[in-house]
């Protein structure tokens, strides 16, 4: 069965172009999923598997307290894998065709105010290597919406200052360009100009964004930096790495952009994703009535 899971992986990084992050969640669920079946069910080949040893599965990860999101991510993995196999002629049966996935509680995406933005984007105040990278950062991120893996992964060539856009290679190889802002604009040109140069070591270096030891940043590098920077700007929010996204989006809609073109610069395969959007918009709305209507 391992040698089956390896072979998926592989098409899903060589065929599909999947995102490591993407690759490394279904690794993950296969490698439980596996480790199930041979010692609950004594399962040594998918052949043997039917629907109801998957729901069974379902219901052991259910007991053992799995929330919603993560059952329907796990049965999304199960099933791409059981189409592969079929695919390929590996087994003659899909025994993940009928398994209902659990409808997931739909948690509203946590956003910054406008003037909690301000406070972080002026965090990194000094003029060092350091802060003229990690503002650059933050206001990429804010200007453009584009996911930290996406930024992490952002090479020189991507950058087009004049013109005023990023090329973003985001999930499934799938190319946007999006438009930077003035304000994100100044703060690259002040990183590229004045601090990359004192943090890359070898001159041809590509990546736009390096850590200390001048190789690219990694999401777990920017996490840290976040929760430093947010600290300093006395967020209390529990602040994620996609929080500056969800707060782009939010602000977008809040100031009248239009749904579809949010998608486009998010990189949401579907419109329904985007319009989660709204339903923060909406809430927000209604905090700010009953905090300042006289008759609320």
Same mark, same amino acid.
């Given at each position: 069965? &391992?040698? !089956? $899971?390896?072979?998926?992986?592989?098409?899903?990084?060589?065929?599909?172009?999947?995102?490591?992050?993407?690759? &490394?969640?279904? %690794?993950?669920?296969?490698?439980?999923?596996?480790?199930? @079946?041979?010692?609950?069910? !004594?399962?040594?080949?998918?052949?043997?598997?039917?629907?109801?040893?998957?729901?069974?599965?379902?219901?052991? #990860?259910?007991? %053992?307290?799995?929330?919603?999101?993560?059952?329907?991510?796990?049965?999304?993995?199960?099933?791409?894998?059981? &189409?592969?196999? #079929?695919?390929?002629? #590996?087994?003659?049966?899909?025994?993940?065709?009928? $398994?209902?996935?659990? %409808?997931?509680?739909?948690?509203?995406?946590?956003?910054?105010?406008?003037?909690?933005?301000?406070?972080? /984007?002026?965090?990194?105040?000094?003029?060092?290597?350091?802060?003229?990278?990690?503002?650059?950062? #933050?206001?990429?991120?804010?200007?453009?919406?584009?996911?930290?893996?996406? /930024?992490?992964?952002? !090479?020189?060539? +991507?950058?087009?200052?004049?013109?005023?856009?990023?090329?973003?290679?985001?999930?499934?190889?799938?190319?946007?360009?999006?438009?930077?802002?003035?304000?994100?604009?100044?703060?690259?040109?002040?990183?590229?100009?004045?601090?990359?140069?004192?943090?890359?070591?070898?001159? +041809?270096?590509?990546?736009?964004?390096?850590?200390?030891?001048?190789?690219?940043?990694?999401?777990?590098?920017?996490?840290?930096?976040?929760? %430093?920077?947010? &600290?300093?700007?006395?967020?209390?929010? +529990?602040?994620?790495?996609?929080? @500056?996204?969800?707060?782009?989006?939010?602000?977008?809609?809040?100031?009248?952009?239009?749904?579809?073109?949010?998608?486009?610069?998010?990189?949401?395969?579907?419109?329904?994703?985007?319009? $989660?959007?709204?339903?923060?918009?909406?809430?927000?709305?209604?905090?700010?009535?009953? +905090?300042?209507?006289?008759?609320?």
């Amino acid at each position: 069965m &391992q040698s !089956q $899971i390896d072979e998926f992986l592989q098409y899903c990084i060589v065929e599909r172009g999947l995102s490591a992050n993407t690759v &490394q969640s279904y %690794k993950r669920d296969l490698g439980q999923y596996q480790k199930y @079946l041979f010692e609950f069910k !004594q399962c040594k080949d998918f052949s043997q598997i039917d629907r109801t040893t998957i729901t069974d599965y379902l219901y052991f #990860l259910k007991e %053992k307290g799995r929330a919603a999101s993560t059952i329907a991510r796990t049965i999304a993995s199960i099933r791409a894998l059981h &189409q592969f196999l #079929l695919r390929e002629k #590996l087994t003659d049966q899909d025994p993940s065709i009928h $398994i209902e996935t659990p %409808k997931a509680d739909k948690r509203l995406p946590k956003v910054l105010s406008t003037s909690e933005v301000e406070s972080l /984007l002026a965090a990194p105040h000094r003029h060092t290597p350091f802060d003229m990278r990690n503002k650059a950062m #933050l206001e990429v991120l804010y200007a453009t919406g584009i996911r930290v893996s996406e /930024l992490c992964q952002l !090479q020189l060539d +991507d950058v087009h200052l004049k013109m005023g856009f990023i090329r973003c290679i985001g999930k499934g190889n799938k190319e946007r360009i999006i438009p930077l802002g003035t304000m994100a604009a100044d703060a690259l040109t002040t990183y590229l100009e004045r601090g990359r140069p004192k943090l890359v070591k070898k001159v +041809d270096h590509r990546t736009l964004f390096v850590n200390h030891h001048g190789s690219p940043l990694s999401r777990q590098g920017f996490w840290k930096i976040l929760k %430093k920077l947010a &600290q300093e700007a006395n967020i209390k929010k +529990d602040l994620t790495p996609h929080t @500056l996204r969800h707060s782009f989006a939010t602000h977008l809609l809040e100031n009248g952009a239009d749904l579809r073109a949010v998608q486009e610069m998010l990189g949401h395969a579907d419109i329904s994703t985007t319009q $989660i959007y709204t339903h923060v918009t909406k809430t927000r709305l209604k905090d700010v009535y009953a +905090d300042f209507h006289p008759r609320a």
